[in-house]
């Protein structure tokens, strides 16, 4: 766990931020590169009623199953536009959780295709402009 109070209260307040910008863009899932700030910080709630929020901190997939599955994407950065992406049917991510915890994640479906899109923010790649560089460098 985190042990710096000031580090920990200011990672909280980033993390409802993002929440609240995510929720009030009706998207499910936000990179902090994607409001201005460069940190390995994803934030994910796929849930129908919105009562699954999920946080990742330095995401690290390590492992991804050879199986692949095509799905419609957009992306709050660049709304009102989707695209079809082939990804992983699953992959299994290694992150910290907004308490420093160390987590391990298992995605499959929607909250899988929404991880692996906004890792390409955090990587470095816009989902229009970029993704298919990205699918072709990284794999995702």
């Known amino acids: 766990p985190f042990q710096s109070a000031p580090l920990l209260q200011q990672l909280s307040q980033l993390v409802s931020d993002m929440f609240e910008t995510m929720y009030e863009a009706a998207g499910i899932g936000l990179a902090a590169t994607q409001v201005d700030v460069h940190e390995r910080l994803i934030v994910i709630d796929a849930s129908e009623k919105r009562a699954e929020p999920m946080v990742l901190i330095n995401p690290e997939i390590t492992w991804a199953s050879l199986e692949r599955v095509r799905g419609d994407e957009g992306c709050l950065s660049v709304p009102a536009i989707y695209d079809k992406v082939r990804r992983h049917a699953r992959v299994t991510v290694r992150a910290l959780d907004r308490e420093g915890n160390p987590h391990q994640f298992d995605f499959g479906q929607i909250p899988l295709f929404q991880f692996l899109k906004i890792r390409l923010p955090v990587i470095g790649c816009n989902q229009i402009v970029k993704h298919r ?8």
């Open 133 to 140: 560089f990205c699918l072709y460098q990284f794999g995702y």
